[in-house]
């Protein structure tokens, strides 16, 4: 493949997240190797790695045998950061290699014990792309790794523009919740926050206080419930569980208490480029906000009339079948409508969309 055809391919995956697999698949066969991942030095989970479908049952392996704890390639991080690029012959020896747990327990039995780590790194952040292969083809050479290492530009041009558009995406998320007066602060995976809204704000120094990217509450107790919520949030790989929104009560010196919820950030954009990796929301039961209108949802979300209507009924606790009956269409009409709101909304359950409509009316989720 042309080094040309392979920065294109890059490029289609940093505008559309879900190509990533098939441009590092793409990216293998440029280097001869069985497949290629791409992973943060820092804040390793299942969630923020990149790899192609070559690598699936590996990976699995990685973090559920808990390799990503002992993973000795982590030796060539020195020379990768030096010269941009490193091998395993670079920092193992043949004895150690015969001895080494790692080597011989993981890679071998999947046929990837030979690797070359490229540097990319964007502003602050700093990921890993590896390269991996079998004794098929052996250790990269020099003459390989300088192929390799023609691909950095390419690679970091795309890196840069997922995480621009990622930083696009979350902003919008705490904008689009200023325009209905909807609180909402956003964290990174390491349980920093990363940006406030206007609406939150008002919420600092009456029953919650930012000091740096470090959140806390009023009462010690409350302060170290919000930081076990955020690090299971950060922390916790069960999709299913993550995505349930999750509560806590704040009181305030003056005044009464209101709700934190909390959820992680999944399928919005590729998390491993998003700066942000959980959304707290704040609802204040006793503030008058009014119900969402479809005028609203239609303004922010960019909804059809009739997709709006739709989702309003939804919201009266309806089934699908009952709001397509009173909306006077077919249930496979509001079926599509449904799919098309949560493609808007970024969403993937039906649960999810509701509890935007929900948050947008001041009520409780979950």
């Given at each position: 493949?042309?080094?040309?055809?392979l920065s294109?391919?890059?490029?289609?995956?940093?505008?559309?997240?879900r190509?990533?697999?098939?441009?590092l698949?793409a990216l293998?066969?440029?280097g001869?190797?069985?497949?290629?991942?791409?992973?943060?030095?820092?804040g390793?989970?299942p969630s923020?790695?990149?790899?192609s479908p070559e690598?699936e049952?590996?990976?699995?392996?990685?973090f559920?045998?808990q390799?990503?704890?002992r993973?000795e390639r982590?030796?060539a991080?020195?020379?990768?950061?030096?010269?941009g690029?490193?091998?395993?012959?670079d920092?193992v020896t043949?004895e150690?290699?015969?001895?080494?747990?790692y080597?011989n327990?993981?890679l071998?039995?999947?046929?990837?014990?030979w690797s070359?780590?490229l540097d990319?790194r964007s502003g602050?952040?700093e990921?890993?792309?590896i390269v991996?292969?079998g004794?098929r083809?052996?250790?990269?050479?020099?003459?390989?790794?300088e192929?390799l290492?023609?691909?950095?530009?390419a690679?970091k041009?795309?890196?840069a523009?997922?995480q621009h558009?990622?930083?696009a995406?979350v902003?919008g998320?705490a904008d689009?919740f200023?325009l209905?007066?909807?609180?909402?602060?956003?964290v990174n995976?390491?349980?920093k926050?990363?940006r406030?809204?206007?609406s939150?704000?008002?919420?600092f120094g009456n029953?919650?206080t930012?000091?740096g990217?470090?959140?806390s509450?009023?009462?010690?107790?409350?302060t170290?419930?919000?930081?076990?919520l955020?690090?299971?949030?950060?922390m916790k790989?069960?999709?299913?569980?993550l995505?349930?929104?999750?509560?806590?009560v704040?009181?305030?010196a003056?005044?009464?208490p209101?709700i934190?919820?909390?959820?992680?950030?999944?399928?919005?954009?590729?998390?491993v480029?998003?700066?942000?990796?959980v959304?707290?929301f704040?609802v204040?039961?006793?503030a008058?906000r009014?119900a969402?209108?479809?005028?609203?949802?239609r303004?922010?979300?960019?909804?059809?009339?009739?997709?709006?209507?739709?989702l309003?009924?939804?919201?009266?606790?309806?089934?699908?079948?009952?709001?397509?009956?009173?909306?006077?269409i077919?249930?496979e009409?509001?079926?599509?409508?449904l799919?098309?709101?949560?493609?808007?909304?970024?969403?993937t359950r039906?649960?999810?969309?509701?509890s935007?409509?929900?948050?947008?009316?001041?009520?409780?989720v979950?």
């Amino acid at each position: 493949m042309e080094l040309s055809a392979l920065s294109q391919i890059l490029l289609d995956a940093a505008v559309d997240p879900r190509q990533w697999a098939t441009a590092l698949s793409a990216l293998a066969r440029y280097g001869n190797a069985k497949g290629a991942a791409l992973l943060p030095i820092e804040g390793r989970l299942p969630s923020r790695v990149l790899i192609s479908p070559e690598l699936e049952g590996a990976f699995n392996a990685y973090f559920s045998e808990q390799w990503q704890l002992r993973d000795e390639r982590e030796r060539a991080l020195p020379k990768m950061r030096r010269t941009g690029i490193s091998t395993d012959q670079d920092f193992v020896t043949d004895e150690q290699l015969k001895r080494s747990d790692y080597y011989n327990a993981y890679l071998a039995r999947h046929d990837i014990n030979w690797s070359a780590c490229l540097d990319v790194r964007s502003g602050s952040d700093e990921w890993a792309l590896i390269v991996e292969r079998g004794n098929r083809f052996g250790h990269f050479e020099l003459g390989e790794q300088e192929r390799l290492l023609q691909l950095l530009p390419a690679v970091k041009q795309a890196v840069a523009l997922s995480q621009h558009l990622a930083y696009a995406n979350v902003i919008g998320v705490a904008d689009a919740f200023d325009l209905i007066g909807g609180a909402c602060i956003l964290v990174n995976r390491f349980g920093k926050v990363f940006r406030a809204n206007k609406s939150a704000e008002l919420y600092f120094g009456n029953g919650l206080t930012l000091t740096g990217s470090e959140l806390s509450c009023l009462l010690p107790t409350e302060t170290a419930a919000l930081r076990r919520l955020v690090l299971s949030l950060c922390m916790k790989t069960d999709e299913t569980l993550l995505r349930v929104p999750r509560s806590m009560v704040v009181h305030r010196a003056h005044g009464r208490p209101f709700i934190l919820q909390a959820i992680r950030l999944s399928g919005m954009v590729s998390e491993v480029f998003s700066p942000a990796h959980v959304l707290m929301f704040i609802v204040d039961p006793f503030a008058d906000r009014g119900a969402a209108r479809a005028d609203e949802l239609r303004s922010i979300f960019g909804l059809t009339q009739a997709e709006a209507q739709l989702l309003l009924k939804l919201k009266n606790d309806v089934s699908l079948a009952v709001a397509a009956e009173q909306s006077g269409i077919t249930y496979e009409t509001a079926r599509t409508h449904l799919k098309r709101i949560m493609q808007k909304t970024q969403t993937t359950r039906q649960a999810e969309v509701l509890s935007i409509v929900q948050r947008m009316s001041g009520g409780l989720v979950g």
